[in-house]
């Protein structure tokens, strides 16, 4: 499609897209935080639990790219 093989596709779907979407659900943590009147703490503690998964997500991301000339 456009020139692009499958494998380009999901490449940039999966560092791009991904990334868009973990960006996209920060957003909603802060808009949840400042509908629901949170203050400074409160947002601060959703952030913390809420985006703890995506710091995960992220990490791991990491790990595997560090980590791919020892493992494969």
Not at 13 to 32: D, E, N, P, R
Not at 37 to 42: E, H, M, T
């Amino acid at each position: 499609m456009f020139g692009y093989s499958e494998e380009q596709i999901a490449w940039f779907g999966l560092t791009f897209g991904v990334g868009a979407f973990m960006l996209y659900m920060v957003f909603i943590i802060l808009q949840l935080a400042r509908e629901s009147r949170a203050g400074r703490l409160g947002t601060f503690i959703l952030l913390l639990g809420l985006g703890f998964g995506l710091l995960g997500f992220a990490a791991k991301g990491l790990i595997k790219f560090f980590l791919s000339g020892i493992v494969e």
